[in-house]
């Protein structure tokens, strides 16, 4: 028993390590998303072509994003930034194929991706959600 408990120290002393980075991406709660996306109604219609992205209200921390990438796939993003509080100005705005923050540092995110773009990267991806073709054009949007 003594044996276990010096392996199982050793382990957690020395499995970590300083140089560690340590994220606060914690800003994005977790809310349930259960929405259902027929793209035969008139407000997802853009989605039906490739390279569209629109914005679904009322979902989420801050509405979600959804993104038609291809003739077979449609991705979907929380849309708010995940590298700052929730506030007025950490709504993403849809940009082609990228969000931007409102806030003073202007994050910006790939739609494509999730990742943060320009010079000043940041630790928080975008927040996805599941995205599952139920046919006839009818998604099922989850967490």
């Known amino acids: 028993m003594k044996k276990l408990i010096l392996i199982l120290s050793c382990v957690i002393i020395f499995g970590c390590s300083k ?5 606060n991406c914690n800003y994005l709660i977790d809310v349930g998303v259960n929405l259902t996306v027929n793209l035969n109604l008139p407000q997802y219609n853009q989605l039906l072509f490739p390279v569209n992205a629109i914005r679904v209200e009322g979902y989420g921390n801050k509405g979600i994003i959804l993104v038609r990438t291809n003739a ?4 979907a993003w929380d849309g708010g930034d995940p590298n700052h509080p ?5 709504t993403l705005t849809i940009n082609g194929f990228n969000a931007t923050c409102g806030c003073d540092d202007g994050n910006e995110y790939s739609l494509i991706t999730g990742t943060a773009l320009n010079e000043n990267p940041q630790p ?5 959600y599941r995205v599952e073709d139920l046919g006839n054009n009818v998604y099922l949007v989850t967490n």
């Open 124 to 128: 928080c991806t975008l927040k996805p």
């Open 72 to 75: 077979n796939s449609i991705l």
């Open 19 to 23: 140089n560690d980075p340590i994220y």
């Open 86 to 90: 929730t506030s007025a100005c950490s």
